[in-house]
């Protein structure tokens, strides 16, 4: 694997084409083997600024890493380097469909009684965001659609949330 240079793109650094779908295991030993060039204790004998650059590395890997390996972020970063970045903050524009069904979610977490029935209905979510990923697999790797893609990313972001709250209700 050669060096790449700091300023390439997440997937240039890992050596790795620009799509959703990644193998996992690739990407963790790419990291692994990026990490050992970057070390800062490979270059502990050399001077300051060697071992700066080394540090810089070694954050620039991490970062990356970290990026890639989660599917959303790799989905909105994707999105970016296509010139369609995701603004969650600022684009909360959603489908009436979308969001009528968060309501009912909403309502549905509301009125939960028993486990059961919170049982129910993180499944329900989670087959939702499990739809929703292939469908955002679909926008990036067959039809390079990165304004679907986008709009994928926002609504699974919204998912990602509402799961959250339902895992923190059921440990309680």
Same mark, same amino acid.
């Given at each position: 694997?050669?060096?790449?240079?700091?300023?390439?793109?997440?997937?240039a650094?890992?050596?790795?084409?620009?799509?959703?779908?990644?193998?996992?295991?690739l990407?963790?030993?790419?990291?692994? @083997?990026?990490? =050992? *060039?970057?070390? &800062?204790? #490979?270059? +502990?004998?050399?001077?300051?600024?060697? !071992?700066?650059?080394?540090? $810089?590395?070694?954050?620039?890997?991490?970062? @990356?890493?970290q =990026? *890639?390996?989660? &599917?959303? #972020?790799r +989905?909105?970063?994707?999105?970016?380097? !296509?010139?369609?970045?995701? $603004?969650?903050?600022?684009?909360?524009?959603?489908?009436?469909?979308f *969001?009528?069904?968060?309501?009912?979610?909403?309502?549905?977490?509301?009125e939960?009684?028993?486990?059961?029935?919170?049982q129910?209905?993180?499944?329900?979510?989670?087959?939702?965001?499990?739809?929703?990923?292939?469908?955002?697999?679909?926008?990036?790797?067959?039809?390079?659609?990165?304004?679907?893609?986008?709009?994928q990313?926002?609504?699974?972001?919204?998912?990602?949330?509402?799961?959250?709250?339902?895992?923190?209700?059921?440990?309680?």
């Amino acid at each position: 694997m050669s060096e790449p240079s700091l300023s390439a793109n997440d997937f240039a650094l890992f050596g790795l084409p620009q799509r959703f779908a990644l193998d996992a295991a690739l990407l963790q030993e790419r990291w692994k @083997a990026l990490q =050992r *060039l970057a070390h &800062p204790d #490979r270059h +502990a004998h050399a001077g300051a600024a060697a !071992q700066r650059l080394a540090m $810089q590395w070694s954050v620039r890997v991490n970062e @990356a890493y970290q =990026r *890639l390996r989660d &599917p959303l #972020r790799r +989905a909105a970063y994707w999105c970016e380097l !296509q010139g369609q970045p995701v $603004q969650a903050d600022s684009n909360t524009a959603m489908p009436a469909e979308f *969001l009528l069904q968060q309501m009912q979610w909403r309502e549905a977490l509301e009125e939960a009684r028993d486990p059961t029935d919170l049982q129910r209905l993180r499944h329900e979510v989670q087959a939702e965001r499990d739809a929703r990923l292939q469908t955002l697999a679909a926008a990036i790797d067959t039809h390079h659609d990165a304004a679907a893609a986008a709009a994928q990313v926002r609504a699974l972001m919204f998912i990602e949330r509402f799961l959250e709250t339902l895992h923190e209700r059921l440990d309680t």
